[in-house]
């Protein structure tokens, strides 16, 4: 089974909307971290947003936040006020319990439209 | 603060060659990861470091690829013969013990590698 599943290949988004990335993650540990990172055309790999499996509160990192829905493991990225630079890759990430890996989905192809 | 530095950015070599790709770490990050990327399977850890003595080499492909880490500045994978199936993206990455329960990873520019 996937540990993480990022169902949507590529979404759409007008400049200066919102827009939801989704992410699920299956895990049995109760001690997990979950990563959003972003791939711009450049190929760079960056580190957006963390939420752990015992904050009791959805991370947020300026236009960036994480709802983090536990019961239905799924920790999805919410853009605010897309601007035509968030055009890129978003992966998903998890590392469970004291591990040191991450796990990667496969990504989500996001566009900015003006 | 510098951040992961990789070397070289791109590089394109003929099959049968032996290929060196170098990483420098964030200073005073004790782990390092070595991962590719292809469009066919995504990104995939290959190998990594703690405090320079490899702890999981069980995303290594074959014995082609070998990966060492000499001192806390200073990794490198290689790939001896190289084949064009092993043509990705390579990324170094580290990340600091302690302090951070997050743990993030910084991640290196990335190496193009093309083999021909």
């Known amino acids: 089974a996937q540990k993480i599943t990022q169902t949507q290949p590529g979404m759409f988004v007008q400049e200066k909307e919102a827009v939801t990335l989704d992410c699920t993650y299956d895990?049995?540990?109760?001690?997990?971290?979950l990563f959003w990172y972003k791939q711009p055309s450049s190929g760079e790999m960056i580190f957006l947003i963390y939420?752990?499996?015992?904050?009791?509160q959805n991370a947020t990192e300026g236009r960036y936040s994480l709802n983090f829905q536990k019961a239905r493991k799924s920790a999805n990225l919410v853009i605010s006020a897309s601007q035509l630079g968030d055009s890129a890759m978003y992966f998903c990430?998890?590392?469970?319990?004291?591990?040191?890996?991450?796990?990667f989905g496969t990504g989500t192809r996001l566009q900015v439209f003006p | 603060d510098a951040g992961v530095i990789q070397s070289p950015r791109h590089e394109v070599t003929e099959m049968g060659q032996e290929v060196t790709l170098r990483c420098k770490p964030i200073s005073g990050h004790d782990y390092l990861f070595w991962y590719r990327q292809t469009m066919m399977r995504g990104l995939e850890l290959l190998i990594y470091f703690n405090n320079n003595v490899p702890i999981d080499d069980s995303g290594m492909p074959e014995d082609r690829f070998s990966a060492k880490m000499p001192n806390a500045s200073f990794s490198t994978l290689k790939i001896q013969p190289s084949e064009p199936r092993d043509s990705a993206v390579y990324f170094c990455a580290s990340t600091p013990v302690g302090g951070s329960v997050k743990h993030e990873q910084y991640f290196g520019p990335g190496t193009r590698l093309t083999v021909t």
């Open positions: 990430a998890m590392r469970e319990g004291t591990g040191d890996k991450l796990i």
């Open positions: 895990t049995s540990d109760p001690s997990y971290g």
């Open positions: 939420q752990g499996s015992y904050d009791q």
